[in-house]
């Protein structure tokens, strides 16, 4: 197991953060404070939004391989996903998240303890390209389809959409809402694509590489991602909730 410290993959979920703040702050104002942002609505801020999520989950599944704890980690950030869920349910039924982004981080950190043993055997680059085909190719299942857009799709049997086990490995019934959704099927495949990553650097010897770049504020956020997580949305609200009401 590799003992340094790579700079690289800190300061890419210090951006990350950053830019989830940002998100998070014109999403308060829209959704909760009523702002008139079109852009905010547009496929230009969908697409944002992706790449940030995009970002910590290909981060977590290259990062899983220097995890030595997997177990209390993974439970760690669960408990944390559902400290958001209640909190969120209890307070802004309306927006409340089930099963979001720290939910898929916490499952996927689990599920590489027994999966682990089974995909370091596999070749890297075919099997990074296999794992990220098959998120591409299941995007969009809690919509209730396989396909990359409107090329080709197949429609999936209604009655894998039942409940909330359902909608957490991504099939939601049709009642089901969350303003924070990344299920394990799809997501679970881009986490193994980031895995996938992690080796293929190990395999070509390109590991160190990633100590090359140093942007120490940003590696800091990025070293302790998980409590700013946390904090940012009260504080969000708070910073908005005050301004608005001095405006």
Request: glycine share 6%.
């Amino acid at each position: 197991m590799e003992k340094t410290r790579y700079t690289l993959p800190d300061a890419l979920r210090g951006v990350a953060i950053l830019e989830m703040i940002i998100y998070h702050a014109l999403w308060d104002m829209v959704f909760i404070f009523d702002c008139d942002l079109e852009w905010f609505n547009t496929y230009g801020a969908y697409i944002w939004q992706q790449s940030i999520c995009c970002t910590f989950i290909l981060l977590s599944g290259f990062c899983v391989n220097f995890s030595r704890r997997k177990l209390k980690r993974s439970l760690i950030v669960l408990i944390c996903s559902l400290i958001i869920s209640i909190v969120t349910i209890i307070f802004f039924p309306y927006a409340a998240v089930k099963f979001g982004v720290l939910c898929l981080i916490g499952s996927g950190m689990l599920l590489m303890i027994p999966l682990d043993r089974l995909l370091k055997k596999a070749e890297p680059i075919t099997a990074a390209v296999i794992f990220f085909c098959i998120f591409i190719f299941m995007k969009n299942i809690y919509n209730g389809f396989l396909g990359i857009g409107n090329i080709w799709t197949i429609e999936m049997p209604d009655m894998l959409y039942r409940n909330m086990i359902t909608a957490y490995l991504g099939f939601p019934p049709d009642d089901f809402s969350s303003s924070d959704y990344f299920p394990v099927i799809p997501w679970m495949f881009l986490y193994i694509t980031g895995y996938f990553i992690y080796r293929i650097l190990k395999k070509y010897g390109l590991l160190h590489s990633l100590s090359k770049i140093s942007l120490h504020p940003v590696e800091w956020i990025g070293r302790h991602s998980l409590i700013i997580y946390m904090l940012h949305q009260p504080i969000i609200y708070g910073v908005l909730w005050a301004i608005f009401q001095i405006v």
